[in-house]
């Protein structure tokens, strides 16, 4: 699987933005989806995590950090190979570049960080001016 983060730009403080991670190759199919991001100078943190389905009408799993809480939704596309990042009233500082990652969904690492998961995007720039 090879993974495609988009949806990247300059926004003002408050407004929105949507991320979207679309997969190559083989499917999602029984892989757990993350977004972090790494601003310049620090650690790549967690910033939300969504389960995968046998039965994509459930309801995944959701997860965020706290951060971004309240502020940010994922979803998932299965038609589509897709993963989304809503992002809602940003502030300047959740400029940072964004990845996707995927984990199976066996694994027994945490969710809430970077070595469990064993695919990455190439990383979008989210810019906030404030």
């Known amino acids: 699987v090879q993974l495609q983060a988009s949806g990247g730009g300059l926004v003002q403080a408050g407004g929105s933005l949507r991320l979207s991670c679309a997969g190559s190759?083989?499917?999602?199919?029984?892989?757990?989806m993350g977004w972090f991001r790494q601003a310049p100078g620090k650690e790549r943190v967690f910033v939300s995590y969504?389960?995968?389905?046998?039965?994509?009408?459930?309801?995944?799993?959701?997860f965020y950090g706290d951060s971004v809480k309240g502020r940010f939704t994922v979803s998932r596309d299965y038609a589509k190979n897709t993963v989304r990042l809503q992002m809602n009233n940003l502030k300047p500082e959740d400029t940072a570049v964004y990845y996707c990652?995927?984990?199976?969904?066996?694994?027994?690492?945490?969710?809430?960080?970077?070595?469990?998961?064993?695919?990455w995007g190439q990383g979008t720039q989210v810019t906030v001016s404030s």
């Open positions: 990652a995927i984990r199976d969904r066996s694994s027994d690492g945490s969710r809430y960080s970077p070595s469990s998961y064993e695919v």
């Open positions: 190759g083989p499917t999602f199919n029984g892989y757990d």
């Open positions: 969504i389960s995968w389905s046998s039965v994509p009408s459930s309801i995944s799993s959701t």
